[in-house]
């Protein structure tokens, strides 16, 4: 007997760059391929045509900004979930969580959809969080993220938690991956000094908790030690935080290294660095819920090295353990990334965190 036609309504802040709004788009994509309706409310972004080009319906409201009017939406989502018969209410965020949960809640208990949420992070422990455990089914992105939820929210059952972890595409990072001839040309214009030289590269947005310090710190010691090695910190400044990007700056300018350790800012290719990259870096002091940028690099079969605890941890001990380090040992750091060049590791193909599997799983959660 075939399955029924879902209407699923994923809500989230907004659909400009990240983990959760590329999350939401695979989901969308899985629904549309099994037949199934997939609407979006976010405030927008970059990404809605993706969406749209898809076969996916967006909403453009507002409902992520932190404020005491976003609560008029309240009202609207209800109607709404009722005039596009709305069989899944799946909450990504905080406040668009909020606004979902309070819509819901004042509908019929017998008609209204089912209230799905993820944790996609390790938020920070307060009531405004705790909205993403008061799904009737709490996906959790990782192991570390189901933990998360029982240690710090006791009145959660875990027989509501769903452990889906987030998965890469094969086709957008696939193994063992050569950029084409015009993107190697171009790249070696915009970088010469890396031509024929070991690239390490930090990915992530430069904030604090990403480990800048002691990626620069390690690309130091090991240049010290005879490596003649270059370092790639990949991400955009945060426009909160531009004294922290300027303090790496200066750290750089400082040891004189300004044309070994390259600030590349947002990169859109970043499939092509990882590509040409002999080593991921994954620093994070913070304990991550995932690890999307380990992830990517070792389908493609390009090693990482990353602080072994939270998500990254559990991605590096299923598919690379030898990566692992411990939390902040800077000197453990350098003599792994150094044994990892001199010995040429290769990283096998993995199939354990792949995306076809998790977009399959939430839709079986969706119709159970």
Known sequence: MPKARLTVLQVLPSLENGGVERGTLEIAKGLIEQGH??????????????????????????????????????????????????????????????????A????????????????????????????????????????TAKQYILDNYADVDEQRIRVIPRGVSNEQFPYQYHPGEQWMQAWHQEYPQLQGK???ILPGRLTRLKGHHDFIEMII???????????????????GRRSYAQELYDRVNKAGLQNVIVFTGNRTD??????????????????????????????????????DHGGVGEILTEIFPQ?????????????????ILINDVTVNAQSTFVLEKMVDETIVLYQE
Not at 130 to 141: K, L
């Open 104 to 143: 819901w809640r004042g509908m019929d208990a017998a008609t209204r959809p089912r209230f799905v949420t993820t944790v996609h992070g390790l938020y920070s422990v307060k009531r405004y969080s705790a909205i993403m455990t008061w799904g009737e089914q709490v996906i959790a992105v990782s192991n």
């Open 37 to 102: 309706r997939a609407l979006v409310i976010s405030a927008g972004g970059r990404m809605v045509d993706e969406l749209g080009a898809m076969g996916a319906e967006h909403f453009a409201w507002p409902i992520g900004k932190k404020s005491l009017f976003t609560l008029r939406w309240v009202r609207r989502l209800r109607r709404f979930l009722v005039e596009q018969k709305v069989d899944v209410l799946h909450a990504r965020s905080r406040m668009p969580a909020w606004i979902a949960w309070l």
């Open 323 to 339: 990566g692992k380090v411990p939390l902040s040992d800077r000197t453990l750091l350098t003599d792994k990334v150094k044994e």
């Open 221 to 239: 010691r090991l240049r010290t030690q005879g490596e003649d090695v270059y370092g790639l910190i990949v991400g955009a400044e945060d426009p």
């Open 270 to 307: 970043i499939r092509d660095i990882y590509a040409v990259s002999d080593i991921v870096l994954s620093l994070s002091i913070k304990a991550e819920s995932f690890g999307r940028t380990v992830l990517e690099p070792l389908n493609m079969g390009v090693p990482v090295v990353g602080y």
């Open 198 to 200: 070991k690239v390490l």
